[in-house]
């Protein structure tokens, strides 16, 4: 047996296991935009594979020269495991690689674990987003400067 984590470029076949961790990890499910980061953004969408199985994703997009991570979520089974971290900091550099200097981000208010993550990987609060979440919650929007 082996421990260790492969991380690689999306496939189409890891499309339903991206949906079910989506789907395990947060309230609002748009399972419409995947196809469309791999189409758009094939080298920023990652997923994490531990013994064959796809433990974890981010989805990250480039608009206009900025970088964003619009998702990342690791199976609850493989969490605390620094799969998150793994893949948020081989998002980050494929982001650099681009020349990309800042990647942001929108985190729930009430995810505290989530925004600690980010805080933890240089992502700093720039603001609020006020209702962003389609139940009324806010956003608070994280930035990272890369170089």
């Known amino acids: 047996m082996t421990d260790v984590i492969i991380i690689r470029k999306f496939k189409p076949r890891d499309f339903q296991k991206v ?10 499910h748009r399972p419409d935009l995947y196809m469309q980061f791999y189409e758009l953004n094939a080298d920023t969408f990652l997923v994490a594979e531990w013994q064959g199985e796809i433990v974890g994703f981010i989805a990250g997009i480039e608009l206009n020269g900025i970088g964003k991570v619009f998702s990342i979520a690791v199976h609850r089974n493989y969490q605390k495991k620094n799969i998150g971290s793994i893949l948020l ?3 980050t550099c494929t982001f650099k690689n681009k020349k990309i200097n800042e990647v942001y981000l929108e985190v729930r ?18 603001g609020v987003q006020p209702g962003y ?3 009324g919650e806010n956003a608070v929007v994280m930035k990272k400067i890369l170089y």
């Open 19 to 28: 949906l079910d961790i989506e789907y395990q990890a947060f309230n609002e």
């Open 89 to 91: 900091n081989a998002t």
């Open 133 to 135: 979440y389609s139940d």
């Open 109 to 126: 208010e009430s995810n505290y674990s989530a925004y600690s993550f980010y805080k933890k990987h240089g992502f700093v609060s720039i």
